[in-house]
């Protein structure tokens, strides 16, 4: 493919208004980022130079529990689908194979 040929197609797709319109706010939402960011680096700096003497900052070891309950969430989820997906296909009305069977992975999470 020529580059004619890339610049007729990205023409093409800018001739359809929702196309401009996504193209607008992809731009709009990338632009946005650098202020946004800086403004995120502002008020940590300034948190942490306002923070009263006897508070720590949560460090990164606080995520410790975060960790830990997803991980459990993960493994129970992951049970939940196993043991209760067979159940699921009892009760799942009969269609062909893999369509059951997705549903009731599906009815299982």
């Excluded at 023409?11 to 996504?22: A, E």
């Excluded at 731009?27 to 720590?56: R, W």
């Excluded at 049970?79 to 009731?104: D, H």
């Amino acid at each position: 493919m020529s580059s004619a040929e890339k610049n007729n197609s990205v023409q093409d797709m800018l001739k359809k208004p929702m196309n401009v319109v996504f193209a607008i706010f992809t731009v709009f939402t990338v632009g946005m980022m650098i202020p946004f960011t800086l403004a995120c680096i502002n008020v940590s700096l300034d948190s942490v130079k306002n923070k009263p003497e006897s508070y720590e900052l949560p460090s990164l070891w606080d995520l410790k529990q975060v960790g830990i309950s997803a991980l459990i969430c993960a493994v129970i989820e992951k049970f939940f689908k196993e043991v209760l997906s067979p159940l699921y296909l009892s009760v799942c009305k009969v269609q062909e194979e893999p369509s059951r069977t997705l549903r009731s992975i599906k009815m299982a999470r």
